[in-house]
């Protein structure tokens, strides 16, 4: 079984025992979120909601918080002496999806 939810404005496919990054969300590590922004739910029987399917959920745990890979931008206009760098790094939740209820 699998399900498409939605979590801070980003679409995720997942099925148990999934671990990947989200945005950072507060909570300890080992504490347990749920994802109530279910689109679709697949398997068996595909449930597809308008726009989300009622009674159902996926129950995520956290495993770590990190910071993901470094982005670096340059900014240059020739012949002016113009340049500027910057650069970024994402504040990250790292969870597992312990399981989808519908």
């Not at 679709?40 to 918080?65: I, W």
């Not at 340059?74 to 113009?82: A, C, L, M, Q, V």
């Amino acid at each position: 079984m699998y399900a498409v939810i939605e979590l801070q404005g980003k679409q995720f496919r997942v099925e148990e025992g999934d671990v990947f990054p989200i945005p950072r969300r507060q909570g300890a590590e080992g504490e347990e979120l749920a994802a109530d922004r279910v689109l679709l739910v697949g398997g068996d029987n595909l449930k597809v909601g308008t726009p989300v399917v009622d009674g159902a959920r996926v129950v995520l745990t956290v495993v770590a918080h990190r910071r993901g890979p470094k982005i670096r931008g340059f900014k240059y206009k020739p012949k002016s002496g113009y340049k500027r760098a910057w650069g970024h790094r994402d504040e990250l939740t790292v969870v597992r999806v312990e399981r989808i209820e519908v």
